[in-house]
């Protein structure tokens, strides 16, 4: 049997053209909750099966919600943005920088960063990519414990931000970090 290989990085203007084109999608079927219901299955489907950029817009709807139909639930919209990131989606990766950018910042200043940069082949343009996709590939095995094809069999309930959930992170991230250095040296 052949090992599946992904691309390790779904490119910025791709991940948001993908990102905009399904937002738009789903936007419009918002005022037939059925309609829009069937579209976001589908987008569950396509995350299930590691379509970075579904994963992505599945996180943006779980941020907010949507009324009356997709109840808001902050840990599942971090999850899937985590999950994304994980599986290289440069706009999931920046958009979680308000998350994991400490833990970017303390990689980068490591006493080990020269060695991490050679041998991930880091450079100035893709050193928040690189580093910020091995954050999220520690939190989600390691801490999270999320895989697709688990997330999109969990029931949407309403579960809006709570400082907890930012301490939880947070507390992850601390953790996570020496993993990370680790894994990439």
């Known amino acids: 049997m052949q090992r599946i290989r992904r691309r390790p990085f779904v490119p910025y203007h791709e991940a948001l053209e993908g990102f905009t084109q399904a937002r738009k999608e789903l936007n419009d079927s918002r005022n037939d909750s059925e309609k829009f219901l069937e579209k976001f299955e589908e987008y569950k489907e396509r ?56 833990a970017c910042d303390i990689v980068i200043e490591c006493e080990d960063y020269e060695d991490i940069k050679y041998k991930n082949d880091i450079d100035d343009r893709n050193a928040l990519y690189v580093v910020g996709k091995n954050i999220c590939k520690i939190m989600v095995r390691d801490f999270l414990k999320a895989f697709p094809v688990d997330l999109v069999l969990l029931e949407d309930d309403h579960a809006p ?8 992170l947070r507390r992850y991230l601390e953790e996570a970090t020496p993993k990370v250095i680790e894994f990439m040296k």
């Open 161 to 168: 931000f709570e400082q907890k959930y930012f301490v939880t």
């Open 47 to 102: 995350a299930k099966y590691e379509d970075a950029i579904a994963m992505d817009v599945l996180a943006y709807y779980y941020k907010s919600g949507v009324a009356g139909v997709l109840p808001e639930n902050y840990m599942r919209y971090i999850t899937w943005e985590l999950v994304a990131g994980a599986r290289g989606n440069e706009l999931a990766i920046e958009k979680l920088q308000f998350l994991i950018g400490f």
